[in-house]
């Protein structure tokens, strides 16, 4: 089978690079000549484990290309996937602008029955208004009435664990019109593979799966700001928030996942999910208060105010390392990241900002101006009034921190992932601050 891959990020890569992996010819399209260029000649613009032999191994074999031409593609496939981004408007509301474009190129090169499928993360009923659009471009070029599906099948990996996701995911979710057999039957071939591989399978129709990723992101969004919230409530009133997030997680019907408190969610997911519900529920003239409430936590900001009570509120004249600029470990992106969030915060309290990653540094540097960044971690606390970890990559968790000792000015670690053991950090000479511990 022949498939396309409109948008070659994130996620259109590890499909496109999955998929070929399963036997099918998959051509991968995005707008970015620049990326598509780079793709061609063998370089990977992001970071993420085991992706560039994934990739390198399925284009050296023919069955994995990259293109700018998404007519050309389109033409020569029989499903064609949608994962351009959908970042969110100034309201909360979703920009839909990128998946238009694609829709409107796809109904001008339609000539034969294909698949649309929805691969980016959108709000119920977009599938239907990508229906639409491509009606309007067949109808402009005189092709009305040309048979074609649209499907949803929302995408649920993880970044820095994207290619073990997509092959062995927790379930493959497919949305068609009841009716729509072959639509069905074609996107169930496709998954074959996982299918064999006993992997679930819910079909069902297309506001459902549309909506089945956001329910699934916001919850977890939601399972996070409750932990946070607790931890408040452990730094006001005593406990130790991992411990009592420990007995929540032992109990099978919660579960231990997402009970990590910390500097709240990011990336380039749960902000904008939540956020896209919250306001489509909104909009429908019902409210999801649950959400709302998940998102007012997430925006405390409590974190700069952690680390400025460390020095009595006043962080002026002060550097502080920090480690971690990526939204979580194993990955480059920054989009949304807590770190950065921070970095900023710090800077507009006249604090100096040391930091380091072990790849988001090349992506923070277009973002950040103002920080130095360093080679490694110790280089980052050298001089530093203290260190703090925002993300908690695994070179993080195991620091020499006599070393740390020695290099910062002042005794200081905050430690925003609960990674350290008080004693431990104590018995290096280090003064200790962590979430929800006291
Ligand atoms: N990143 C994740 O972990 C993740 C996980 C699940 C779902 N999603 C969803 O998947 C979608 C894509 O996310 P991403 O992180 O891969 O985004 P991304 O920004 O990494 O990639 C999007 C790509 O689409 C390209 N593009 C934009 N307009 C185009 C057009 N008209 N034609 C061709 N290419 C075009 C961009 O150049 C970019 O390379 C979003 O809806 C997101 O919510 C993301």
Redesign the pocket.
Known sequence: MNIAV?????????TGACFSEFGVQVTC????AE?IEGLVRGNI??YEPGLEELVTRNAQSGRLAFS?D?GEAVQSALVIFI?????ALEDGG?DL???E??AR?IGRNLSEYKVVVT????PAGTAEAVRGWIEEELEAAGKGGQPFSVASN??????GA?IGDFMRPDRVVIGVDPSDEQARAILKDLYRPLYLNETPFVITDIPTAELS?YAA?AFLATKISFINELSILCETIGGDVQAVARVMGLDRRIGSKFLHAGPGFG???FP??TASVAHFARESGTAFEIVEAAMRVNQRQRMVEKIAAAFSGDLEGRTIAVLGLAFKPE?D?I?DAPAIAIIRGLRARGAEVRCFDPVAMPAAEAVLSDVTFAKDAYAACEGADALVLVTEWNEFRALDLVRVRGLLREPILIDLRNVYNADVVASAGLRYRSVGRQ
């Open positions: 409109i948008g070659t990020g994130y996620v259109g890569l590890v399209v995005d707008a970015d990326k613009p992001i700018t998404t994962a351009v981004g959908t970042p979703t602008r990128f998946i474009a694609v190129d691969k980016s993360t959108v929302p995408e649920f990996l993880r970044e994207a990723k992101n990336g380039s997911c904008k999910d990955t992106d989009r």
